[in-house]
């Protein structure tokens, strides 16, 4: 069974770094593009970026990539997201998902983290 | 980027009843379509993708179309546990965009 669980959220001040991270099990980790999508708390879905399967390329929303590193560590088995310099409007749950076929870049989310929250504030 | 407009917002339903959900991209984006359903309290899951195609597990009641360049979520016969949020995104072009989200109830 696939299971995506993430950790490292929790209530940070404005400017602030933070590192989400993302342990993966039930599949081989190595073979699959990975990604971080955001839900604010009005509930709009926003994908973040992803990961080659062997973490020699990202891809940024625009908007994010001066400020989020996405990673990975293919022997532990663990998917990164780097926060700096955070702001309120970064408030939100942050869920790290899958694609469904290995070695493919994914066009849908088929597997998705329980997700956890991040809040922004002084 | 692709601009998402998805519809209703929101949209309240009764039991039995066929519910219809529909995205319009601002763009072509082919079949590139995939739809998620999100349950209060829970982390969205995947319905359908590459715009008709079922995921393994879901109902058969859930099914997708697409007409010109407009795509379209169909529940047929609404069940109690239909009720939540779904959106659609679209995995064209980078950066993949979802809908704005339509929040489903039971009437």
């Known amino acids: 069974e696939v299971q995506l669980v993430e950790s490292g959220g929790g209530l940070v001040k404005p400017g602030a770094s933070l590192k989400l991270s993302c342990v993966a099990s039930?599949?081989?980790?190595?073979?699959?593009?990975m990604s971080w999508v955001r839900q604010t708390p009005g509930k709009t879905m926003e994908w973040i970026g992803d990961i080659k399967y062997d973490g020699s390329y990202t891809n940024y929303a625009p908007s994010l990539k001066n400020r989020f590193t996405i990673s990975r560590d293919n022997a532990k088995s663990t998917l990164y997201l780097q926060m700096s310099n955070v702001r309120s409007e970064d408030t939100a749950t942050y869920y790290c998902?899958?694609?469904?076929?290995?070695?493919?870049?994914?066009?849908?989310?088929?597997?998705w983290g329980q997700g956890t929250l991040v809040t922004v504030s002084s | 980027d692709i601009q998402m407009t998805q519809s209703p917002a929101s949209l309240s339903a009764s039991l039995e009843e066929i519910v219809t959900i529909t995205c319009q991209p601002s763009q072509d984006i082919g079949n590139y379509l995939s739809w998620y359903q999100q349950k209060p309290g829970k982390s969205p899951q995947l319905l359908i993708h590459?715009?008709?195609s079922l995921a393994d597990g879901v109902p058969s009641r859930f099914s997708g179309s697409r007409s010109g360049t407009q795509y379209s979520l169909k529940i047929n016969r609404l069940q109690v546990e239909d009720t939540g949020i779904y959106y659609c995104?679209?995995?064209?072009?980078?950066?993949?965009?979802f809908g704005g989200g339509t929040k489903l109830e039971l009437k």
């Open positions: 995104l679209q995995g064209y072009s980078a950066p993949w965009t």
């Open positions: 039930g599949f081989t980790f190595s073979d699959y593009w």
């Open positions: 590459s715009a008709t």
């Open positions: 998902t899958s694609g469904e076929y290995p070695g493919i870049r994914g066009n849908w989310f088929a597997y």
